[in-house]
């Protein structure tokens, strides 16, 4: 059934509110997760040098109220066994966290443990880990207020946030004195209590697992020790647990549990129930454990893929180090046929992992589950610490990196980005991605914007990135947001009202995008949108896009948020209702596209495929302004990688479009994953055959451990790609870093693959010879003598070709080194068969690149002949 209602723009935004004086609101929002029962000693106070100056406080405070517990020493906490005796820990103001410490917490936490948290926890940590603190705990600590602020604490009820107050939050009284700080919020934890000033940011935020409190709990004055225990106890009862001299008790079975308030009816669902994909990685494909659970059919075959693929991987990586400085010619067999890959210092790992997964079917089988599990986890471990990570392997690829507006913004001169700029070249990558464009503010003075960035203050950070990417023969690509235009997290760090929909939309509130309900703020990312049809919107885009290209000298641009909000129709959550979207789709098909229900199939797949269109129409015309003004500039895209049908009907997003129309050069799929399987699943359907134009996937580095980034990368190498891209340069640690300057330092010889497509054809192809004949130099790949002749002479061939190609470029020469190309990779799978090569994965991996190496001249094909009319 259809239903039919026009909803108003409004006719302005109002701009943030002055934020209150330090005398804050707490405003409490009911919320109920049982607690399993505890026994009398589940209970641990976490003691760190980070709370001993509170310890006294702390330790009083509990004592008083006749509460048991028993203490932890946070020092020798390493793995999740040393928490195994708690059930309930609290973590009185514990700011230094190691990362063994972090995954101890994330086991224990899974494994059916609860926590309190109190205070700036992990903000004395490294970045990585306080990354994976924010996601284990649900929330973090964003900011400090002002020390020691007395705050008013009243029921949400009196502040019309709920129908009825919980009867577990603390009523009239105040805070005493107390360092508070206000507490963000990630996925699937709600908020409990809120400060009135900074907008009514969170105060107390709950989660199933962790309760977070946003003050030093223990720390205050004396006065305070009433409020840190009433709400202790509170957060206890909320759970479930009584308090009796005794000390922590589970409830009675026929006591009720703490009553929810009644919410007041909103139109938005709740937040948790969407989810963007613009913040979502992909979770572990799979997680192994030490102990002794039983290990299923599935679960084993899992592991044995896995330990197989990362066996693949470190040896393909220790072939591509030990054969970088051989010659390229395979006819006559060199060296002693001695030494090679397995003979290395990284043998007896291969040998481990080897015997490993001979036996673990066997230990499965006999249900010897610890022994597979601890040996399987041994073997995995052996294999990553064997990456050879001390020596040159990258091979000629793109190595980008998104330069996120963070670190701009901390660098804060020329002098401070070009530091940020050595550290990037030193690790050999090759293309920044230049966040020039964020929330709708550019970070450059602009004539077009209506506001620069106000984080940036008296310099011009895109004209220095140019000239320093330039002074080190690095690429520079303007990445700029396209349709997503505010930012609520933006708005914090701005000092703007979380409802400020960015300095566009305040000028332009008729460009606004809506959802089916209304509004214009997309619930689950707190961000804003253009509408994608409106041609007043779209001529500012291309304004800024001709600016930045026409006043920096960048090398190409990047589109992100090029797409409409993430959608999920079957739950009638829909975008796309701008004023001018529903005009001229009602002129098109005479139907106002708010009255079409997703049942109407017919009617709503037009729907769907004006908003595509809109879509693949405006990168049609970034493309020609850029083609316009520069012919050399690239323009690429970061894209999500799930299916075609989910992206079209969820974002309209349908870039398979882009590479056959020819409108765009370069695709990054945003391919974030938690683990190397997961990345592959999402990776290798991308690259199932032969692009005309370079496909790039990405690794997050966030909640990766730098072996992880490591054997992601390596992943990526051995998939037909043409090199890979890190998100983001503010997770580029030391630990990675130092590895990145080993492994792939920079090379001013080695092209880049969609700079020059042929040059980097031929780079690549002696890298597959060598290779080749390291493993022919160890008897590792013998051919009989006819079938060894044919390939040798077919290796010859393609390779003069090749050269021939990239030295005289002409549309012939393409087509004729092609033919050689299919034809060698037409015959290499049986010259592999006949041989006496048993490994199954470096096989695919060299088939990969003959794949890759297709990609390329077909990209070189459309770049430089199709687009000149040569053909």
Known sequence: ??????????????????????????????????????????????????????????????????????????????????????????????????????????????????????????????????????????????????????????????????????????????????????????????????????????????????????????????????????????????????????????????????????????????????????????????????????????????????????????????????????????????????????????????????????????????????????????????????????????????????????????????????RVFDRLASAGINTVFFETINAGYPIYPSQVAPQQNPLIRNWDPLKAAVELAQARNMELHAWMWVFAIGNTRHNALVGESGDYPGPVLARHPDWANYDNEGRTQHLASGKWFLDPANPEARAYLMEIAEEIISNYDVDGLQLDYIRYPFQDPSAERTYGYGVAGRGQFRELTGVDPIDISPDDRELWQQWTDFRTEQIDSFVAQMSKLLRRKNPDLILSAAVFPQSEHDRIHKLQQHWENWIENGTIDLIVPMTYALDTNRLQQLSEPLLAAPSSVPIVPSVKLHDLSEIQEIDQIQALRDLPTAGYALFAAEMLDDSLYQILTSTQPPSDNQPIPYRQPFKAAVDRFETLQREWKFVRDRDRLWLPESEATEMQTQIEELSRELVKLDGEPTSEQLQLTLDRLTQFRENFEGWMASSNFNNAYQIRTWQNRLVALETLLRYGDRRMFAREGNR
């Open 1 to 418: 059934m259809t239903r039919s209602r026009w909803f108003v723009l409004p006719s302005k935004f109002f701009l943030p509110k002055l934020i209150g004086s330090l005398s804050g609101l707490l405003l409490s929002v009911g919320l109920a997760f049982p607690l399993p029962a505890l026994a009398q000693s589940g209970l641990m106070i976490v003691r760190s040098p980070d709370n001993q100056d509170e310890w006294e406080g702390i330790t009083q405070r509990l004592e008083a109220a006749g509460i048991s517990y028993q203490v932890l020493e946070w020092s020798q906490v390493d793995s999740a066994d040393d928490l195994a005796k708690a059930q309930l820990l609290f973590f009185p103001n514990v700011e230094t966290w190691s990362r063994e410490q972090a995954n101890a917490m994330e086991t224990w936490l899974n494994e059916g443990g609860r926590a309190i948290i109190s205070g700036a926890v992990g903000t004395q940590s490294p970045l990585r880990v306080r990354r994976q603190l924010d996601s284990i705990l649900g929330a973090y600590w964003s900011m400090s207020l002002p020390p020691l602020v007395t705050l008013e604490v009243v029921g949400c009820q009196e502040v019309r946030l709920c129908a009825a107050s919980p009867n577990w939050i603390p009523a009239d009284m105040t805070s005493g004195s107390v360092r508070g700080g206000v507490l963000a919020t990630t996925a699937d934890t709600q908020t409990v209590a809120a400060w009135r000033i900074a907008g009514n940011a969170p105060a107390v935020v709950a989660n199933d697992r962790v309760a977070f409190l946003g003050w030093q709990w223990g720390a205050g004055n004396e006065d305070s020790t009433e409020f840190d225990m009433a709400w202790f106890r509170a957060v206890l009862g909320h759970y479930g647990v009584a308090i009796s001299p005794e000390g922590l008790q589970p409830p009675e079975m026929d006591s009720p549990p703490s009553p929810v308030p009644d919410k007041p009816r909103i139109s938005a669902p709740p937040e948790a129930e969407i989810t963007d994909p613009a913040s979502q990685v992909a979770p572990p494909g799979l997680r192994v454990e030490p102990g002794n659970r039983p290990i299923t059919r599935i679960e084993a075959l899992r592991m044995r893929q896995e330990l197989t693929a990362l066996l693949g991987r470190v040896e393909s990586a220790l072939l591509a180090a030990e054969s970088m400085e051989l010659p390229t010619a395979i006819g006559e067999k060199g060296g002693t046929g001695e030494g090679g890959i397995l003979e290395s210092a990284a043998s007896d790992a291969i040998t481990e992992a080897q015997q490993v997964l001979q036996a673990f079917p066997d230990w499965v089988a006999n249900q010897q589950y610890g022994e597979a599990r601890d040996r399987w986890l041994q073997a995995r471990r052996q294999l990553w610490d064997r990456y050879p990570n001390d020596r040159p392997r990258a091979p000629s690829e793109i190595r980008a990196i998104w330069l996120d507006r963070g670190t701009i913004v901390r660098a804060g001169s020329p002098e401070g980005l070009a």
